[in-house]
């Protein structure tokens, strides 16, 4: 393994499906990064197993254990930094982070969001985007601040939405793509290449344009 090796803590709330295409990544080679801890909110998830099968350290911190936000996202910076990650990643993590939480990790945390934000920022995405009449519908990665689902975006993916699509198939579809945006987006950002300034996301020092980079334009 090269010494840039990219240290990554991932953070999830369930199933885990876009840490197993981290992980699937990093085992192929395709990522100069080492997936050094798995931190879940919840006890139980299916991300856990995915862990474990891979032999990742995991640590489960329920939320419900502390008193406040602030108390909780105290604790998760100390388990976080004790791993000397160089880039956190937000995996389904389903908790709102405090201020404080996002500035300690601004410009080395990303999120991915199912929807084409800024549109449908929080839950039932693919619900609301049905419910709208969408002809179209999508996810997209972005780095995280103080403002939910709304830091700078770097990498969307579209879909179509069918006249038969249900919200699970829709998110079905929309999955899929997520498998595809985040390994891209963090394999840009273990590459040195993707880089937060000024409250805009930069690749290859040129300034992204406000939607980010569509996966079909991409040519990375
Ligand atoms: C993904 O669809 C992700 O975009 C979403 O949670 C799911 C996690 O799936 N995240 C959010 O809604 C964050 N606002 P996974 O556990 O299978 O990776």
């Not at 389904?92 to 996002?102: A, E």
């Amino acid at each position: 393994m090269s010494s840039f090796t990219t240290r990554v803590v991932v953070m999830i709330s369930g199933s885990g499906s876009n840490l197993q295409a981290l992980i699937d990544a990093q085992e192929s080679n395709e990522l100069p990064i080492k997936i050094c801890a798995v931190i879940s909110n919840k006890d139980n998830v299916k991300g856990l197993e995915r862990a474990a099968n891979h032999n990742i350290p995991a640590f489960v911190i329920s939320h419900k254990a502390f008193p406040t936000r602030e108390d909780f996202d105290a604790r998760l910076m100390e388990i976080i930094d004790a791993q000397g990650p160089d880039l956190v990643v937000l995996a389904g993590f389903m908790r709102i982070l405090t201020p404080g939480f996002t500035e300690h990790y601004e410009g080395r945390m990303l999120n991915i969001h199912p929807s084409l934000l800024p549109k449908y920022q929080g839950l039932n995405t693919h619900q609301r985007a049905l419910d709208a009449g969408d002809k179209e519908h999508g996810v997209s990665v972005h780095f995280v601040t103080a403002e939910l689902d709304g830091g700078p975006l770097v990498l969307q993916a579209r879909v179509s939405i069918a006249a038969d699509d249900n919200a699970d198939t829709l998110a079905a579809k929309a999955l899929k793509q997520e498998h595809v945006i985040y390994p891209l987006a963090v394999k840009w950002f273990s590459e040195g290449r993707l880089q937060l300034q000024n409250n805009r996301s930069y690749l290859d020092n040129k300034e992204l344009p406000l939607e980010g980079i569509d996966l079909n334009d991409a040519e990375y």
